[in-house]
């Protein structure tokens, strides 16, 4: 007879007799201990399935209970299955490729020495990366995904729960801050007091001032600091209308450009050899500022411009007078001028393609490079746009109605609204992560773009924050706090937060 799997599981009831047959009957004549075993356990193989599930039943009944801790110990491991084991491992990674999620891969990998080895697998680690949109350096012959991805994900870690703050008190005189720009070594601050000041970013320690400008700094931006190009160059303007070429590496001037006849209100470098500028006397000029001579000198606009951007040979401008321009940096000729807002133009980016302008009366429009029409008008924000960021098809937008908006330029389509700011938003700056933001309610908030959500207030509440900015692993908060100690005063700090803190 053959015995199905359900009649191999022990009785419900026990028998009222012994099923053990009479040839496991242990004989008195049986020499020692060895001897008794080995009979028994010759008798337990003649036995059929059912009597052998019999007598372990009654075996099982007479062990006390640390009998039958022993006996788990031996037969719990025995019923362990390492199914990944049992497979090919080309098959074992193939399944483990479908877990996400690093938490999940962490506590895998301590399962087992066999599980810990094939997590070690580098191709495993790769197609992390790439669900991750963690997008490696070139590699060399020792890159290790794993270890790229562990970096990279501790980052991104760090900025949802906080990283490391150094608190820079010292190193401001009175005045507010009009400018801002880092990199991994310096760090830049444009002060109305006539100053430049500049930083160590990794430690916060004041390096220099830089001191020339008789007014205001309005507007600064330097390039360079690669490592294939070490040396950086910074250019600042402001109320004394000269613009200052510094050798920012060395704090020294190089260069004073000479021409406007109002206060440099914006300007923009394309690199290290050509930049554009713009002047409340309502004109632009286009510099070489690696021989500190002018080049073009651009007349169109009838008031203040108060925007600009560049993008290759590309110049756009955006003005008091409600309108934009699009110029030809080789030539210095007008090619459109844009017309479409009634109220003053405050901000205006380009991406080569298309042009986004934000102005007093609360519309963004998006014009074409190439024939300067409208493509569309983005209505939402209900007073002044003067916060515009665009990367890649994305548009983000502040407004003084403390909104965020994302919109798609694709469809010209509002696809993220947030109500971020009790008050007007003055910074703002995205990846394709992470939006920053500050406003004149002195907060600075972190948001996840994706999910559309806050992630956490960035820092403590503040007077006025002045400035914000980021890249991948730091960003920098420019702020006005009160003196807990006596509320009337008031000082420049600056925030440098590190999410970068774990050596690779």
Partial sequence: MTLGQEDLSPPATPPTHSPIPQHLELQSSCAS????????????HLLSPLEKQYFLYDIVNSCDNSQLAYLNSLIAPRLKVDFLKELPPEIALQI??????????????SVSKYWNSLLRDESLWKNLCKKHNYIPPAEHPFFSYRDYFKHKYSIASAWRKGGKVTTVNDGFSQGLVTSLQFDDKYTVVGCDNNSIEVFDTSTGKKLTTLEGHEGGVWALQFKGGDKDDPERVLLSGGCDREVRVWDLNRGRLRYILRGHTSTVRCLKMRDKNLAVTGSRDSSLRVWDIKRGVLLHVLLGHQASV???????????????DNTARIWDIKTGRCKHVLVGHSAQIYTVVTNGTIIATGALDAHIRIWSVETGECLAILHGHTSLVGQLQLLGNTLVSGGADGCLR???????????????????ITCLQFDENHILSAANDGKVKLWDIKRGCLVRNFTKQSKIVWKIQFNESRAVVLMQRLNPTNPEEAATVMEIHDFDTIDT
Avoid at 33 to 44: A, P, R, V
Avoid at 306 to 320: E, M, Q, T, W
Wanted: hydrophobic content about 40%; overall charge negative.
């Fill in 33 to 44: 201990e060895h001897d008794i075993l080995g009979h028994l356990k010759t008798s337990f």
């Fill in 96 to 109: 483990l490729s479908n877990v996400d999620q690093p938490l999940y891969l962490v506590r895998t990998a």
């Fill in 306 to 320: 108060r925007c600009v951007d560049i993008h290759d040979d590309l110049i756009v401008s955006g003005s008091y």
């Fill in 406 to 424: 994302v919109w798609d330029m694709v469809t010209f389509e509002c696809v993220q609204q947030f109500s971020a700011h009790d008050n007007s």
